[in-house]
């Protein structure tokens, strides 16, 4: 069987330096080319930490695109490069696999109707952590009986989107099960703003971001004399691969737009 040929955006990342290293070690894909804003031209090899992994660098999209045959783009970068990427990709034929948060819904409606346009697979996953998307699972489970939640997501202070991707698809799973309801006292004020965190549908998500930590995101569920918590913590990066390559094979089966790996496994 021929194996899947994938490009990674955002090589020297702390995820596309990981995704480098799971897709050129895996027997089934090859590692067609790398998207890196600062390199152009040489190979992987030559850049530090990627001693040994031969493939070419461009810096321009459309050049890798039109240079490079490929199954498969990974997006590991920002909001605003990952939807123009997706996007290029997925005019180019090239089924995207994406990690990059901060997309807004009109960014999703917008990909799905440009991937059922090109009858293409598509997947976003907000979390590859299998760990990550069965907490997601289970609160959504969980919000069935105790409509009373707050999510607490917890990061590293490179961050920069918040809430989390993470934080915000456990909401909308939550919310899809969830009557809406607006928690606390009918008439509680904040006299610091911000002070009850974002508000979606009546429940609320704080986010904290501090040195030292990854990514760990606890859902607490509140009732009259009980408390349920639902917590994931990943501690390295190496947490998201089995996901990545996951996404990587589903992938290539869709003809359609996935947003969140809970719609892969079952
Ligand atoms: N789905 C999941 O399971 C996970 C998703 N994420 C998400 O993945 C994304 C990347 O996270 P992380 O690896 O920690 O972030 P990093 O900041 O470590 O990496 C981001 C990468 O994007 C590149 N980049 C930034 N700006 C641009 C630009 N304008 N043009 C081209 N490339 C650019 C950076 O290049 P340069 O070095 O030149 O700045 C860098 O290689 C984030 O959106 C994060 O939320 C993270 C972990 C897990
Ligand atoms: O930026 C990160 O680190 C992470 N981002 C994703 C998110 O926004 O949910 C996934 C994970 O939480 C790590």
Redesign the pocket.
């Known amino acids: 069987m021929s194996k899947v040929k994938v490009i990674v955006?955002?090589?020297?990342?702390?995820?596309?330096n990981e995704a480098v290293k799971l897709v050129h070690g895996t027997e089934g894909f090859e590692l067609a080319a790398v998207i890196?804003?600062?390199h152009n031209g040489e190979s992987l090899s030559a850049i530090e930490g990627f001693h040994g992994i031969e493939a070419p660098v461009f810096s321009d999209i459309n050049e890798c695109f039109s240079s490079v045959e490929a199954d498969v783009l990974i997006d590991?970068?920002?909001?605003e490069?990952?939807m123009f990427h997706t996007e290029t990709a997925l005019n180019h034929g090239i089924r995207p696999v994406v990690?990059?948060?901060?997309f807004t819904k009109e960014d999703l409606a917008k990909l799905d109707s440009l991937t059922k346009e090109k009858g293409i697979g598509c997947i976003i996953?907000?979390?590859?952590?299998i760990g990550a998307i069965l907490m997601m699972k289970f609160s959504q489970m969980a919000a069935k009986y105790f409509p009373d939640v707050e999510i607490i997501e917890m990061h590293h202070d490179?961050?920069?989107?918040a809430p989390?991707?993470t934080a915000s698809k456990t909401a909308d799973m939550i919310a899809a099960v969830r009557e809406t309801k607006q928690q606390g006292h009918p008439n509680e004020k904040e006299t610091i703003q911000g002070a009850r965190g974002a508000n979606v549908d009546g429940m609320h998500i704080h986010s904290v971001r501090l040195p030292g930590l990854v990514?760990h995101q606890q859902v607490l569920f509140g009732s009259d004399g009980e408390l349920l918590t639902v917590r994931h913590d990943s501690f390295n990066?190496a947490s998201?691969m089995s996901?990545v390559k996951l996404a990587v094979d589903s992938v290539m089966k869709l003809d359609v737009l996935v947003y969140g790996l809970e719609n892969i496994i079952e």
């Open positions: 955006a955002g090589p020297r990342g702390r995820m596309g890196d804003r600062k590991l970068t920002t909001p490069v990952g990690g990059t948060t901060g996953a907000p979390n590859f952590a490179q961050k920069l989107d989390s991707g990514a990066r998201f996901g």
